[in-house]
């Protein structure tokens, strides 16, 4: 079992014809799981399942599950774990996700591992799950949060390290950028309490059951990257001789 901190700075080889299976990306808000989670999209091509996006897209339309789910959002509280176990199950059901997908933000109960060991293990075709942790400084965390803008399509900004060439206006799209509402430094502290009550242990769930490595996520976005597709090819070496 590897758990140390990985450090490559080189660009880790990835091609179309890797098998990368289900992949978990945790840590806590604001260590780049949504930013890496696209790299690994476009390395892949496998997909993101991100469910805080999904609640997102759901709360912006109106649906009945958004509506349940919006002022728990809002104030940076988990949603319940029967609710986001089932639009994950929905999602798993999709054929893009036959190679692989990248989980972002879930788990983020005890329950909720145990939920997708189950739910992966019944399907006899799946390789084992491997977990990346990325970690990041509570300070630097606290300053990336709140700097952080999005499009609506989910292009995500920061005003302090990855500024739009025009201020609140995304660059490929030119729709008004925003910030989300639970962003605010207040909600993330009360993100921050979630994630170590319930969160960390999930990460030590991952970490003894092995396929886990640990990343930097205090460098450059490509460098991140790198690490995180370092990290894949040794987790996946059985698979992808
Ligand atoms: P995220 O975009 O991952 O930071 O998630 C934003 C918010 O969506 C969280 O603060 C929770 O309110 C909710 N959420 C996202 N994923 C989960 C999950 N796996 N379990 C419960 N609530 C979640």
């Not at 496998?46 to 002022?71: E, F, H, V």
């Not at 075709?125 to 509570?138: F, N, Q, R, T």
């Amino acid at each position: 079992m590897t758990t140390s901190i990985v450090s490559e700075t080189e660009t880790a080889p990835a091609d179309k014809n890797f098998l990368p299976g289900p992949v978990l990306l945790l840590g806590a808000p604001g260590v780049g799981k949504g930013t890496q989670a696209k790299a690994l999209m476009a390395a892949y091509g496998i997909p993101q399942i991100s469910t805080g996006d999904i609640l997102r897209a759901n709360i912006s339309n109106g649906t009945d599950l958004g509506k349940a789910a919006k002022a728990l959002v809002d104030q940076g509280t988990l949603v319940s774990d029967d609710l986001v176990n089932q639009m994950v199950a929905d999602r798993l059901k999709q054929p893009d996700t036959r190679r692989g997908f990248i989980l972002d933000g879930f788990p983020r109960t005890l329950n909720q591992a145990n939920w997708l060991d189950t739910h992966l293990a019944a399907d006899s075709g799946d390789l084992p799950v491997v977990a990346i942790s990325i970690v990041v400084e509570y300070e630097q965390l606290l300053h990336r949060i709140t700097g952080r803008r999005i499009s609506p399509a989910g292009r995500i900004y920061n005003v302090y390290s990855n500024p739009p060439a025009v201020p609140g206006i995304c660059d490929v799209d030119g729709s008004t950028l925003v910030q989300r509402p639970d962003d605010s430094e207040a909600v993330f502290m009360e993100r921050m309490k979630t994630f170590e009550a319930q969160t960390a242990p999930v990460i030590e769930h991952y970490r003894k059951r092995g396929r886990f490595e640990v990343v930097d996520g205090d460098r450059p976005v490509e460098e991140v990257t790198a690490g995180i597709l370092s990290a894949l090819k040794r987790l996946r070496k059985d698979s992808n001789q």
